[in-house]
């Protein structure tokens, strides 16, 4: 039985768990260019942080006016993005921490995140993630992705739990804001420092206003620990 009640932890995946956007940066990049697309920034990446890597197609398709289907574009991008998460994807010390933390309390844990199944299973695989989360979610599962709700109600269902005993791990907007409509409290450590002031990060219980160089494993238990809902 859990040390910390009934709570289950829900994780987002890259930029919580992984430094994985450089890589979709670089897949989203080399893809966009083969489609007519040479100048794809950083800085415009990251204004799609958080958002489902199928929606961030859509969005791209339409604004550069490319001419292939989203699903034949997400297959190119995806290809590349998977080569590269194998070749290496590093794990945010203090998360790789917090995991195993929360693994050895007995906590439900599960990986809710905009990602492909296959980029999912990669990624947890490859840095050793799998042996402590087995449970993961896609939106390429659920109806709809970031900020709507149902990747992080599918994870509470697959672990069992209500949602109101869930809290979510989130570095972007529209997880924090996901997190809020599903009825689950939420740590932020968002990713884009400059981002701590958005209204959706101000519903956080616990706000990690300088990401992930402020974030430590102790200060999130220790905050689970003293707001945890007893065991039913």
């Given at each position: ?68 289907s989203v699903e034949a574009v997400l297959t190119e991008m995806n290809t590349r993005y998977l080569a590269l998460a194998r070749a290496g994807t590093p794990v ?8 195993e933390r929360l693994h050895d309390a007995g906590v439900p844990m599960a990986v809710a995140s905009g990602s492909s199944p296959q980029a999912i299973d990669a ?110």
């Open positions: 039985m859990s040390t910390l009640g009934s709570t289950a932890v829900v994780l987002d995946l890259d930029g919580t768990l992984v430094d994985s956007e450089p890589n979709y940066f670089e897949a989203c990049r080399r893809t966009l260019a083969e489609h007519g697309v040479p100048d794809f920034t950083w800085q415009e990446h990251e204004s799609y942080v958080g958002i489902s890597t199928q929606e961030t197609i859509g969005i791209l398709r339409r604004k550069h006016g490319i001419q292939a945010y010390p203090q998360m790789r921490k917090f995991v990624i947890l695989s490859g840095t050793g993630l799998a042996a402590q989360l087995r449970i993961y979610v896609s939106a390429d599962e659920v109806a709809h992705g970031k900020p709507a709700p149902d990747v992080f109600l599918e994870a509470a269902r697959r672990l069992g739990a209500m949602p109101a005993h869930c809290t979510v791990m989130e570095d972007a907007i529209p997880g924090a804001a996901a997190a809020y409509a599903a009825g689950m409290r939420c740590i932020a450590v968002p990713y884009v420092a400059a981002q701590a002031d958005d209204p959706a990060f101000a519903t956080a219980g616990l706000l990690f206003r300088g990401g992930q160089r402020e974030f430590t494993a102790e200060a999130a238990y220790d905050w689970l620990a003293r707001t945890a809902a007893p065991s039913t």
